[in-house]
Structure formats: C-alpha cells, structure tokens
C-alpha cells in the first residue's frame, strides 16, 4: 500500500504561481512514478504530468507545457508540481498519484495504469 497526501491548494490571481505537494508513504520501494491529474468542475478527470521515481523522466499534457513542472524529492518521498502563469482554465482538483507497476523509467499518462489516489486539492485560479 501507498499512502498519498496533497498540499499547497488554494486560491491564486491569473498570472500568479503555486507549488503543489503530494507526499509519500507506505510501500515507497515499489513505486515506478508518479503523476498529477486534475478535474475540473463538471469535467473529467485529466492528465497533467508525470515523473518517472528512478531517472526522473518525465510527461506533459500539452495544456500546461511550459508552464508546469513536475520534480521529485526521494529522500523526502514527495513529488511537486510548480505551476506558473496559472490561467482560470487551471482551476481544478488536483490529484497525486502513484503507480507501482510496469516498467521503470517510464512517466504514463493514462490513468489506468495508476495503482494509488491521493484525496486532492483545490486550486482555484480567479481572473
């Protein structure tokens, strides 16, 4: 088991910057990489990135490219997402998550190849 926790939600101007947290514990050795989805509101839950635990190799949904960037801190077991020139389009529930099987040095992008689910956090981007 893994166990995920989000932090660094919360209400932001167009244009302004906030970094999100999603810590790890559990069964850490057995994660392959970890990525942030987001839902909208009445929308479906998206991809965002993803990082790769061994190598840091990483993915991006194209929405966020260059504006978003995913790192991770494994001796801390915690993953970020810096997120800057936050538009209102950005303004979702961001999840965190880990996967722990397939290959290493892989970031997917799918969310069915994700084992474990944090709870989320809001972010909201007003204009």
């Known amino acids: 088991q893994v166990q995920l926790v989000e932090s660094g939600g919360g209400l932001v101007q167009a244009g302004g910057s906030l970094r999100l947290s999603c810590a790890a514990s559990?069964?850490?050795?057995?994660?392959?990489?970890m990525g942030w989805f987001r839902q909208p509101p009445g929308k479906e839950r998206e991809f965002v990135r993803a990082?790769?635990?061994?190598?840091?190799?990483?993915s991006y949904a194209d929405s966020v490219r260059g504006r978003f960037t995913i790192s991770r801190d494994t001796a801390k077991n915690t993953v970020y997402l810096e997120m800057n020139s936050l538009k209102p389009e950005d303004t979702a529930v961001y999840y965190c998550?880990?996967?722990?099987?397939?290959?290493?040095?892989?970031?997917?992008?799918?969310?069915?190849?994700?084992?474990?689910w944090g709870r989320g956090t809001q972010v909201t981007v007003s204009s």
């Open positions: 998550a880990a996967q722990t099987r397939g290959r290493l040095y892989s970031a997917p992008r799918e969310q069915y190849e994700y084992d474990y």
């Open positions: 559990g069964r850490i050795s057995s994660t392959k990489a």
């Open positions: 990082i790769s635990w061994i190598g840091g190799i990483t």
